[in-house]
């Protein structure tokens, strides 16, 4: 018989019967070869049935990511979802998403707002809403009570220009603000 003797992984081979005694036993070539057939596809099935139990008993030991704690897995590691994560288990699908209170930042940096209660604030379609050191334009603002530290005092524009104030920069006299034109 053809594939006899072959080596079953976990199991012990099946005995083989000689090819003589199958044709005297089923009288026709055709029944023997295809119970020879039948007798391969037997053996490579328990050979891949022996290999699939072994790497099924290793799963224990596996590596997972769960979703609540499972005590036959060794080696699990829950999962959980932190602040601003949403999650959603349905239709034989598990999504995880960032909700919408958490700001998606670009760049590998840190971003942190503190809203002392219900705020809104609106950022500019494009370019830098303020910098500490760059120079920004605000339009149509308006400043409640502004505390204007550090202006120079000069006694008029030429003075304000040899102080480094630029045409257009705020300065004082005494207590009076303006503006250089000059």
Known sequence: MRGHGKAVVGMTPAPTLPRDLLAAALGNPRLVAAFEQQSLVVAETQEATGTNAEATNALQDASFLVLAPNSTLTA???????????????????????????AHVEGGFRVQFTAQGGTSLVLPLTGTLATRSGTETLQNKTLYAPRLDGLGDFVDDAAAATGGVPIGGVYRTASALKVRVA
């Open 76 to 102: 699990e590691r829950v999962f959980t979802a932190g602040d601003g994560i949403a999650t959603q288990d349905a239709d034989g699908k598990f999504t995880v998403s960032v909700s919408d209170a958490v």
